[in-house]
T-cell receptor, first 111, second 116 residues
Framework: DAKTTQPTSMDCAEGRAANLPCNHS???????VYWYRQIHSQGPQYIIH???NNETNEMASLIITEDRKSSTLILPHATLRDTAVYYC????????????FGTGTRLTVIP | DGGITQSPKYLFRKEGQNVTLSCEQNLNHDAMYWYRQDPGQGLRLIYYSQIVNDFQKGDIAEGYSVSREKKESFPLTVTSAQKNPTAFYLCASSISPLWNTGNTIYFGEGSWLTVV
């Protein structure tokens, strides 16, 4: 199973792109990388996931390095409502019992 | 309105009492999960169920019990054996339990349990 490491906190100016890095150096070939975010006292919200290709949806983009040992979540135009804790999750073979959430990155969007 | 419903949102328990947290989903998902989150910490898996009438222990199952009698329901009982139960509890579900197929897990809004 892939353990992930993320910076504890980051700031981003409103309207600018927020780039959140994640290291998952132990990831194996069939493990997806998932990103969720959590606003205080709420359930985590799904953002995006990927295996080896870059992915984009209406919320964000996910850039995965070629060796798959790290990835970056990009919020293209951060708003104040994007202030949250962002979790990069590695998922192991077999599913639920190999999830690793860690403590995430606290992103603060500054007006 | 589709999704995962947890109740109650806030619950106070006296020491020595058992309490049950409700989790219902109308997403027709096979797999359901319970996580615990302590302040400033990540999520830790308590129990999960891949199918009706089956469930497996997670990393921190001691002091907790679950049942899965119906596909849409996965209640969690916090027993008096759980020594430090004050935490934020999250229920989740996914269409199937195999995350390496790229399935997505969805979370409820959580339940705060406080022991008084």
């Amino acid at each position: 199973d892939a353990k992930t490491t993320q910076p504890t906190s980051m700031d981003c100016a409103e309207g600018r792109a927020a780039n959140l890095p994640c290291n998952h150096s132990t990831i194996s070939g069939n493990e997806y990388v998932y990103w969720y975010r959590q606003i205080h006292s709420q359930g985590p919200q799904y953002i995006i996931h990927g295996l080896k290709n870059n992915e984009t949806n209406e919320m964000a983009s996910l850039i995965i390095t070629e060796d798959r040992k790290s990835s970056t979540l990009i919020l293209p135009h951060a708003t104040l409502r994007d202030t949250a804790v962002y979790y990069c999750i590695g998922v192991g073979v077999g599913g639920a019992n190999n999830l690793f959430f860690g403590t995430g990155t606290r992103l603060t969007v500054i007006p | 309105d589709g999704g995962i419903t947890q109740s109650p949102k806030y619950l106070f328990r006296k020491e020595g009492q058992n309490v049950t947290l409700s989790c219902e989903q109308n997403l027709n998902h096979d797999a359901m999960y319970w996580y615990r989150q302590d302040p400033g910490q990540g999520l830790r898996l308590i129990y999960y169920s891949q199918i009706v009438n089956d469930f497996q222990k997670g990393d921190i199952a001691e002091g907790y019990s679950v049942s899965r009698e119906k596909k849409e329901s996965f209640p969690l009982t916090v027993t008096s054996a759980q020594k430090n139960p004050t935490a934020f509890y999250l229920c989740a579900s996914s269409i199937s339990p195999l995350w390496n197929t790229g399935n997505t897990i969805y979370f409820g809004e959580g339940s705060w349990l406080t022991v008084v």
